[in-house]
């Protein structure tokens, strides 16, 4: 016990003494806290520039484009009745998006007519689209609801029951509250990877081999930093910028050991194989975004090919962000995610012992 000790407090103070190592595996993660979320503490576009063509320039339009006018997602940049001059400032990216209220709409309506507003959206910002798709959607629900109860003697036409979407995480349906909660997991995995890898090929430089006990003191000390970095994320970060957070609390209690033990490991055998501490960082720069994007959140799996799906299930950075989504913005029970802690500890457990024999042996090459 007196050398895991003496060995767990060198670890920090090598850290501590290698300005890089400790920017990265510490520090880094308080900058990322505040830098990711801030970017996007405006959850979702507001103000989007949009025209309105309008032929027939009568009052239910007019009553149509006071309430579009009224919605905080769209901005009426021009009201004109010629479809041709509206396409262009499309095309010019003048705006995002073309509302067309034809010449015959108040006759279909009055008659209780399926069609007669049109909406031509860019599909150069898909966040875009869907905000402006959004914010005309009610406004024209409205304004003909309310146009057609004054007609209800004289015609069938009946408004089409709204369809209202809660979302069961995510509240706000911001983008901040999306991505973060999946950004959070890898970069404490990266950060992990990165900072453990040049403490490790610095060792390695002084023809290093650890005994077993400064084997496990290291990977208790890393274990350490991890967990209090994924606490810190998923305790004051989401709570700070009001994400959703503490679905299920006890489960991310668990699940973080068992995924930080899963990222030492991984990093220790590869890590095994450098021979300068820069290394690590050439890794990073071609690994980040397809961690990213294998792990289904940017693109669901399913649209997938089968072979990507495969490879994005067996990373555990995908198993580990999937699982805290589940557990801190979902709240899913235990028993859901078990299998995904399951796997993170087998392959965890298996590459320690890999990365063990690695980094004893004499012969690393």
Same mark, same amino acid.
């Given at each position: 016990?007196?050398?895991?000790?003496?060995?767990?407090?060198?670890?920090?103070?090598?850290?501590?003494?290698n300005?890089?190592?400790?920017?990265?595996?510490v520090l880094?993660?308080?900058?990322?806290?505040?830098?990711?979320?801030?970017?996007?503490?405006?959850?979702?576009?507001?103000?989007?520039?949009?025209?309105?063509?309008?032929?027939e320039q009568?009052?239910?339009?007019s009553?149509?484009?006071?309430?579009?006018?009224?919605?905080?997602?769209?901005?009426?940049?021009?009201?004109?009745?010629?479809?041709?001059?509206?396409?262009m400032?499309?095309k010019t990216?003048?705006a995002?998006?073309?509302l067309?209220?034809?010449?015959?709409?108040?006759?279909?309506?009055?008659?209780?007519?399926?069609?007669?507003v049109?909406?031509y959206?860019?599909?150069?910002?898909?966040?875009r689209?869907?905000?402006?798709?959004?914010?005309?959607?009610?406004?024209?629900?409205?304004?003909?609801?309310?146009?057609?109860?004054?007609?209800?003697?004289?015609?069938?036409f009946s408004?089409?029951?709204?369809?209202?979407?809660?979302?069961?995480?995510?509240?706000?349906?911001?983008?901040?509250?999306?991505?973060?909660?999946?950004?959070? $997991? %890898?970069? @404490?995995?990266?950060?992990?990877f990165?900072? #453990?890898s040049? /403490?490790? *090929? =610095?060792?390695?430089?002084?023809?290093?081999?650890?005994s077993?006990?400064?084997?496990?003191?290291?990977?208790?000390?890393?274990?350490?930093?991890?967990c209090?970095g994924?606490?810190?994320?998923f305790?004051?970060?989401?709570?700070?910028?009001?994400?959703?957070?503490?679905?299920?609390?006890?489960?991310?209690?668990?699940?973080?050991?068992?995924?930080?033990?899963?990222?030492?490991?991984?990093?220790?055998?590869?890590?095994?194989f450098?021979?300068?501490?820069?290394?690590?960082?050439?890794?990073?720069?071609?690994?980040?975004?397809?961690?990213?994007?294998?792990?289904?959140?940017?693109?669901?799996?399913?649209?997938?090919?089968?072979?990507?799906?495969?490879?994005?299930?067996?990373?555990p950075?995908?198993?580990?962000?999937?699982?805290?989504?589940?557990?801190n913005?979902?709240g899913? $029970? %235990?028993n @859901?995610?078990?299998p995904?802690?399951?796997? #993170?500890?087998? /392959?965890g *457990? =298996?590459?320690?012992?890999?990365?063990?024999?690695r980094?004893?042996?004499?012969?690393?090459?």
């Amino acid at each position: 016990m007196k050398d895991f000790l003496h060995f767990y407090c060198k670890t920090f103070k090598d850290i501590a003494a290698n300005s890089s190592i400790l920017t990265t595996l510490v520090l880094s993660v308080f900058v990322y806290s505040f830098f990711y979320p801030t970017a996007y503490k405006a959850e979702h576009a507001e103000s989007l520039p949009i025209v309105i063509v309008d032929e027939e320039q009568s009052m239910i339009t007019s009553t149509i484009i006071g309430e579009v006018s009224k919605s905080p997602n769209v901005k009426i940049v021009a009201v004109t009745g010629n479809f041709a001059e509206a396409e262009m400032m499309v095309k010019t990216q003048q705006a995002d998006g073309i509302l067309l209220l034809p010449e015959n709409l108040s006759n279909s309506i009055h008659r209780g007519e399926v069609g007669g507003v049109g909406l031509y959206l860019s599909a150069a910002y898909f966040l875009r689209t869907k905000q402006i798709g959004l914010g005309l959607a009610t406004s024209i629900e409205y304004a003909i609801a309310e146009r057609a109860q004054k007609f209800g003697d004289i015609s069938h036409f009946s408004p089409a029951l709204s369809i209202h979407q809660i979302p069961l995480f995510n509240t706000m349906s911001g983008y901040g509250s999306y991505i973060f909660p999946a950004i959070a $997991p %890898l970069i @404490i995995y990266q950060t992990i990877f990165l900072g #453990l890898s040049m /403490l490790i *090929a =610095g060792y390695r430089l002084q023809n290093w081999r650890p005994s077993k006990t400064e084997f496990f003191a290291i990977f208790s000390a890393i274990l350490t930093i991890g967990c209090l970095g994924c606490f810190y994320l998923f305790g004051f970060t989401f709570w700070f910028y009001d994400y959703p957070h503490g679905g299920n609390f006890l489960g991310m209690l668990i699940g973080v050991p068992i995924f930080i033990s899963c990222v030492i490991g991984l990093t220790m055998v590869i890590a095994s194989f450098f021979d300068i501490p820069e290394r690590a960082g050439h890794v990073i720069v071609f690994t980040s975004i397809p961690l990213f994007l294998l792990s289904g959140t940017a693109w669901p799996h399913a649209a997938m090919p089968q072979w990507m799906q495969w490879l994005g299930n067996i990373l555990p950075s995908t198993q580990g962000i999937q699982m805290f989504i589940q557990l801190n913005q979902m709240g899913v $029970p %235990l028993n @859901i995610v078990i299998p995904k802690m399951i796997y #993170l500890a087998t /392959l965890g *457990a =298996g590459l320690l012992v890999l990365g063990y024999f690695r980094l004893t042996k004499h012969d690393q090459k």
